[in-house]
């Protein structure tokens, strides 16, 4: 079989986005992702309701309610918010260690082989949603971190699965306050700086 070569004057056609938006909490993160396409939010954070646009949401005790998810299930949707990223890594773990206690590390954290099957484990089902055709958003609360002299935003992830987070975003941005008083705005943000993570292929304004 001859070797498939696109050529750099032909589009690359993409069928579907993971796109990853994080901020410090009451930005708006959620209701932001509710203005998506005809999207459906599974509520890893139980905080749904305190949602501006609330649309339809799954509400979700555990992972397991989820682990199983099917094209039918979301046959009527186009985006899958998921709020969030770190809550649902959270849901993962405590699933991973009651099906094999030898995830289980010091203080109920995952051990090194727990977080090598999270990190497996995640990324799998996020390519199970995306072979349904649907576009993800990664909900993500934002920690500051001294790095230096400097003060760096970061996402609040646990482990080496937010960088698994960093890897399969296809955008990245983080919505921020901008301004003081009256003359306050709030921006979403995609390019990347000194002080926080962005990925803005499409080179979208602020």
């Known amino acids: 079989m001859a070797l498939k070569i696109v050529k750099a004057s032909q589009p690359i056609e993409v069928k579907n986005l993971i796109t990853c938006l994080y901020a410090p909490p009451g930005l708006g ?22 949602s501006q646009f609330r649309k339809d949401t799954v ?34 773990s405590a699933e991973l260690i009651r099906k094999n206690p030898k995830f289980k590390g010091i203080g109920g954290q995952l051990s ?24 993800i958003i990664l909900i993500a609360h934002m920690e500051e971190k001294q790095v230096g002299e400097d003060l760096v935003e ?8 937010k960088g698994e987070i960093y890897k399969v975003a296809d955008v990245m941005g983080r919505i ?27 080179q979208l304004p602020v």
């Open 29 to 50: 993160k959620t209701s932001m992702a509710f203005t998506a396409d005809s999207p459906v939010l599974l509520d890893f954070d139980n905080g749904a309701y305190r």
């Open 59 to 92: 509400q979700i005790a555990s992972w397991s309610e989820i682990e199983q998810i099917t094209a039918a299930d979301l046959a009527t949707y186009n985006t899958v918010v998921v709020d969030t990223a770190g809550r649902a890594l959270d849901s993962l």
């Open 176 to 202: 921020r306050i901008e301004g003081s008083g009256q003359n306050t705005k709030r921006l979403l943000d995609f390019n990347p700086s000194a002080s926080g993570f962005g990925k803005n292929p499409a």
């Open 112 to 135: 090194l082989q727990g977080f090598g099957a999270l990190k497996a484990g995640f990324s799998g089902w996020l390519n199970l949603l995306k072979s349904f055709g649907k576009d």
């Open 154 to 161: 970061r996402l609040d992830i646990q482990g080496g699965s």
